[in-house]
């Protein structure tokens, strides 16, 4: 404890002994605050330890259970307890009958293929007999076949014609020709869309698209298809999308959103919304 001093005593000090005792003061506040601290810090942990929250100890108290041994105590519980029946746990589904024509509907759009499996009649005279068998009605079945990516190399010949006499003579006439998307460039519209599709609605780096088709044997460069990509979307893209730009900002208004704001001087009472 500290030494209790009067007002007597404190006025017969000089001014160097009243700083000393001050400063001694001040120092043992310093450390009773400290062990204080030290104190409140200690109380907290142990009603922490005391009354806090034990998840490892959950399972201890009636009606709860642990996050982690849950299964284990419910198949405890679940020991003796009987198998259900499936009958009673599975929902009972109404049995749809097959619909007829189906199969035939879903395959309609697909180009067809006829595989006729026959014998030779030669070989039926020899088993049956001359004259002695006739044909069933044929067994049909349907299969789908998938092919996967194929190439084509389109040529196209371009038939060119001049005039030899009358009043057209050595004039030219070229026939009509579908134009190419680009210049000198073996792309078509197929190609340009399978890369584009694979790109941006697959998702697929142009390295992995390049991986692919050589694996179906074209050996086309990741370089030449992100140049066709560009030159494609400037040429044909750009200027839909210039257009598209220009309609948007025939309007006033774009987009909006409804932010809040404060705002200090509008009439209006203190704390009313206010949105921009």
Same mark, same amino acid.
């Given at each position: ?24 003061? +001040?120092?043992? $506040?310093?450390? $009773? ?31 709860? &259970? ?12 679940? /020991? ?9 746990? &599975? ?15 879903? &395959?309609?759009?697909?180009?067809? /293929? ?20 006739? /044909? $069933?009605?044929? /067994?049909?079945?349907? !299969? ?24 057209? +003579? ?7 020709? !579908? ?11 197929? &190609? ?32 030449? $298809? ?8 400037? !040429? ?18 774009? +987009? ?21």
């Amino acid at each position: 404890m500290g030494t209790k001093y009067t007002v007597e005593q404190l006025n017969s000090y000089s001014r160097q002994e009243l700083i000393t005792l001050l400063l001694s003061q +001040q120092e043992q $506040m310093v450390k $009773m605050n400290e062990n204080l601290e030290h104190l409140i810090e200690q109380v907290r942990i142990a009603n922490q330890q005391r009354f806090g929250r034990h998840t490892e100890k959950l399972s201890e108290l009636p009606g709860q &259970l642990s996050f982690f041994n849950e299964a284990e105590q419910l198949s405890e519980s679940a /020991e003796d307890s009987a198998e259900p029946d499936p009958d009673d746990v &599975l929902p009972q589904k109404p049995k749809k009958k097959k619909q007829k024509g189906k199969r035939d509907a879903d &395959l309609k759009d697909f180009p067809r /293929e006829v595989h006729d499996h026959a014998i030779a009649a030669e070989e039926l005279d020899k088993l049956f007999g001359a004259g002695s068998w006739r /044909e $069933m009605p044929v /067994e049909e079945c349907k !299969r789908l076949r998938y092919e996967p990516a194929s190439w084509t190399v389109e040529e196209h010949r371009t038939h060119v014609y001049v005039g030899t006499g009358g009043d057209h +003579q050595d004039e030219f006439i070229r026939a009509d020709r !579908r134009k190419d998307l680009l210049r000198n460039s073996i792309l078509t519209p197929s &190609l340009a869309a399978a890369i584009m599709n694979a790109k941006y609605v697959n998702a697929l780096p142009i390295n992995r698209i390049e991986q692919e088709f050589s694996r179906n044997g074209l050996n086309l460069s990741k370089q030449v $298809m992100a140049g066709w990509v560009i030159k494609c979307s400037e !040429r044909y893209f750009r200027p839909l999308y210039d257009l598209m730009k220009e309609k948007l900002f025939e309007f006033p208004v774009n +987009q909006s959103d409804e932010s809040p704001v404060e705002v200090i001087k509008d009439g209006r009472p203190a704390g009313s919304q206010s949105y921009m």
